[in-house]
């Protein structure tokens, strides 16, 4: 239960932006546009994927390779989205988990709540998505602001930036993008789209996959009370209260950063980043523990555990954007 949650809550944290355009933030849309769309990935992750959309339901796939801890490896992936229940499958496992949609329980919750407590569901949402970005060096520009327009694969999309993202949205379809770039979590990303076909697409393209050995998610036994619960909680004083103590903290840790300007201590955590993330793409993993027995590998737990403490704490004056 506590998976499927924190997957919600972080969700509702990175659309934040765009949930605030309209009252009940969990609302789904009347009609989504139909809409087919083929994409080409690059960056640390290549592959390919595709979306298509006949108003009522979604469906992704996507094929993608990466190299992390030495090794290089595959997926592949398949969801579709109803109004009803989402499922998600591994291709190459073959295994998938079905679960409720979230979304029409949680419209339902938040129109439960009271004025105070909408109120305070925006406000909450808000701070997070602020909170989060300002944790991340190179999101220096608003959540959410329109940089310009362009042209991908023949339709007109408009680009915003989402902490370290920047999304080009589809004119035509929006909410569909036609790009989506950026950097997280030492994953340099990019998904352009290479075709557009507007209008509905063929039937088949929502079957789901053959061979899928099917499981419902665990923790999706009483969806409605987990959906109610999460709303809940963005809408409670408790959280409210937390993000003001974060905030607090911030500026706490601020005032320890020993005179380093902005700038200087962004491009020091940046180069920091960037020398951990070539390591960890190019660190063989495999080939240490094969030669290291129980003993040893305990030894370097304890130590790999100490220094990233040590880490974190030297290193989050910098990560953390000055108001």
Known sequence: MFRASAGLLVGAVLFAPALAAQDNPFKLPARMPAVSIAYAMTGDLTGEGAYASDGRRTVNRSTQTGRFFGKTSTTESWSLTTTDSIYSADLVQQKGTVMSNPLPAMARAYDGLDRDGKRRLHSNMAEMTTLLARAFPIASMPVGEKTGTRTIAGETCTDRTFGTFTVCDMTKAPGVPLQVSGSLLCVRYEQT???????????????????????PLRGQQQPDSVARAMVQYLASQELADSLTSAKAQMKTELAKDGGMTPAQSDSVTAAHQQAACEAIRDFDMGHVMAGVGKAMMDAMAKAALQGAGDAVRRGIRGLIRRP
Do not use: Q
């Open 193 to 215: 789209a290479t075709t557009v076909s507007l209008g509905a697409p063929p039937a088949d393209a929502f079957g789901t996959p053959a061979g899928i050995a099917w499981e």
